[in-house]
Structures are given as C-alpha cells and as structure tokens.
C-alpha cells in the first residue's frame, strides 16, 4: 500500500509539472492558433536562470521568483518584434518559434556544455503521512501548482482583462471594433504563456538536473497534451497535460521507460484519430 500510494504521489507532482507547461502552451494555441514550439526552452530558460541565482551565491527563491518574470518578458518581447508579424501564416509562425527555440537551445549548450548541472530544492526533507514519508518540495510543487491554477481561472473569469483575453479568443475583428486592443492582448497571452514555462522549469530544476535538452521532453508531451485536452478552453489543455502526465509518470512503474515512451504516443494518437476535436473542444473558460 504505501509503495502504491508513493507512486501515485510522483505522478500526481509529474502531473503538476505537466499542467503548467501546457496550460501556456494551449492558451498560446487557443489564441493565437498557432503552436509554440519554442515553450520547451521557455522551460530551460526557467531552469537555468534559477540556476545562475543559486550559482551567484542567491537563495534559488530569488532564481525561482525572477524566472517567470524575466521568462515571460523574453516571450512579450519576442512576440511584438517576431512573432506578430507571421499570424497570418500560422506555418511560419510555428516555424519561427521552432527556429528561437533551437537559437535558446544552442545558446544555454554553449553556456553550459554538455554537463549535468545541479541545483538544491529550497525545502528539504519530506512530510511523513502515516507510514509514507513524501518528498517536501514536490509536495511544495503540488501546492503552488495548485495556486496557479486558481489565479489563472479567476484572472481569465472574473477580470476586465480576463474579459478582453475571452473577448479575443471568441471574435478578434469584434473585439478590436469595440476598442480591445488586441495587440496587446496577444502579446501578454504569449508573454503569460511563457511566464508559466520559466516557472514550470524554476520548480522542477531542483527535481531533474539542468542540462541543454532538457525542454525537448516537456515540449513533445506538452503538444501531445494539448492535442489530447482540446484546444480553445482553459480546462481543455489542463485535463489532457493531467491525462499524459499521469501515464507518462505511471508506465515506467510497469514497462521500461523507452516502451513507455512510445506506448503514451502510441495511445495519443489513437485518442486523437477517434476524437480529433479533442477531450474538450468547447471555446471559453
């Protein structure tokens, strides 16, 4: 029982670290209709700056609390410069992001090399629940995943700006005619998007070690999650990063992790070809 139980607490933390990277990924798509393909150097981005705070003699709260901060004003700027000029053409634009995603990439392994770098977790030791002792900061993880998740519902559903963001989402052309200014919408949405990257990548660098690749991963399943979720609601991209993160974390209990691998993209795209739309396809909150 308690392994049981163990095990299901390390896919439920994968599971939060999952839903972060794709809630920015699918508002970025639901938005935009475009795909992000640069959120999984986002991610490093986030890793790596809590890195050089830890590095420069910083608390890694300071790393953690500046990472989606700087992250997220990359992303805003980005956009206003690069990104908005290509909405038009949604291929170019996806191909754009893949393009600054690769220079990110490149520049951090040109930083780091090839090493495996380390950063501590902020709360040590673990939270004994009867005879299961678990891990504090991924419970710390769970906690402020949580948080977010709820910042973000209230933001986008009882905000004037939440409003507007809907307003865009559901009918640009209407929006901008009634004196929305989408521009700046869809460079705060890409902005929050890659907000939620940096802070993804600051909580999990304690978790898995620092290294040039390590955004590749989250942004293969974090696509997959959003084609799975839906894209065009905030619920949508959240239930599918919740559904691939938990198979993703629960198969290398049973199969090798190569198998796993293969076996949660093989199960993706069988959903997908029976429900193209998604799990939840419906526009809004």
Same mark, same amino acid.
């Given at each position: 029982?308690?392994?049981?139980?163990?095990?299901?607490?390390?896919?439920?933390? &994968?599971? #939060?670290?999952?839903?972060?990277?794709? +809630?920015?990924?699918?508002?970025?798509?639901? *938005?935009?209709?475009?795909?992000?393909?640069?959120?999984?150097?986002?991610?490093?981005?986030?890793?790596?700056?809590?890195?050089?705070?830890?590095?420069?003699?910083? $608390?890694?709260?300071?790393? *953690?609390?500046? #990472?989606?901060i700087?992250?997220?004003?990359?992303?805003?700027?980005?956009?206003?410069? *690069?990104?908005?000029?290509?909405?038009?053409?949604?291929?170019? #634009?996806? /191909?754009?992001t893949?393009?600054l995603?690769?220079? =990110?990439?490149?520049?951090?392994?040109?930083?780091?090399?090839?090493?495996?770098?380390?950063?501590?977790? $902020?709360?040590?030791?673990? =939270?004994?629940?009867?005879?299961?002792?678990?891990?504090?900061?991924?419970?710390?993880?769970?906690?402020?995943?949580?948080?977010?998740?709820?910042?973000?519902?209230?933001? /986008?559903?009882? %905000?004037?700006f939440?409003?507007?963001?809907? #307003? %865009?989402?559901?009918?640009?052309?209407?929006?901008?005619?009634?004196?929305?200014?989408?521009? &700046?919408?869809?460079?705060?949405t890409?902005?929050?998007?890659?907000?939620?990257?940096g802070?993804?990548?600051?909580?999990?660098v304690?978790?898995?070690?620092?290294?040039?690749? /390590?955004?590749?991963? &989250?942004?293969?399943?974090?696509f997959?999650?959003?084609?799975?979720?839906?894209?065009?609601?905030?619920?949508?991209?959240?239930?599918?990063?919740?559904?691939?993160?938990a198979?993703?974390?629960?198969?290398?209990?049973?199969v090798?992790?190569?198998?796993?691998?293969? +076996?949660?993209?093989v199960?993706?795209i069988?959903?997908?070809?029976?429900?193209?739309?998604?799990?939840i396809?419906q526009?809004?909150?």
């Amino acid at each position: 029982m308690t392994n049981t139980l163990m095990a299901a607490f390390d896919i439920l933390s &994968f599971s #939060a670290i999952m839903v972060l990277i794709v +809630l920015g990924l699918g508002v970025i798509a639901s *938005m935009m209709g475009i795909f992000n393909f640069a959120q999984g150097e986002f991610v490093l981005l986030g890793a790596y700056i809590t890195y050089l705070a830890y590095h420069h003699g910083l $608390p890694v709260w300071v790393g *953690m609390a500046a #990472a989606p901060i700087l992250v997220g004003l990359l992303g805003f700027v980005l956009e206003t410069l *690069m990104i908005r000029r290509f909405y038009a053409a949604p291929i170019v #634009a996806m /191909l754009g992001t893949y393009a600054l995603g690769l220079a =990110i990439r490149e520049t951090v392994r040109g930083l780091i090399g090839g090493l495996y770098l380390t950063v501590p977790e $902020p709360i040590g030791g673990s =939270i004994g629940i009867g005879s299961m002792h678990i891990s504090a900061w991924r419970f710390t993880i769970l906690v402020i995943t949580g948080l977010v998740l709820g910042g973000c519902y209230l933001l /986008l559903s009882r %905000t004037s700006f939440g409003l507007r963001v809907r #307003a %865009t989402l559901e009918n640009p052309a209407l929006a901008s005619a009634s004196g929305v200014s989408t521009t &700046f919408i869809y460079g705060a949405t890409f902005a929050f998007g890659a907000a939620l990257a940096g802070l993804a990548g600051a909580l999990i660098v304690p978790v898995f070690d620092l290294f040039a690749d /390590l955004g590749i991963r &989250f942004l293969i399943q974090g696509f997959v999650a959003v084609m799975v979720g839906g894209v065009g609601s905030f619920i949508g991209p959240v239930a599918g990063a919740g559904i691939i993160g938990a198979v993703s974390a629960a198969l290398p209990w049973a199969v090798a992790p190569v198998v796993a691998d293969v +076996l949660v993209f093989v199960l993706a795209i069988v959903f997908v070809k029976c429900r193209p739309q998604g799990l939840i396809a419906q526009r809004g909150v």
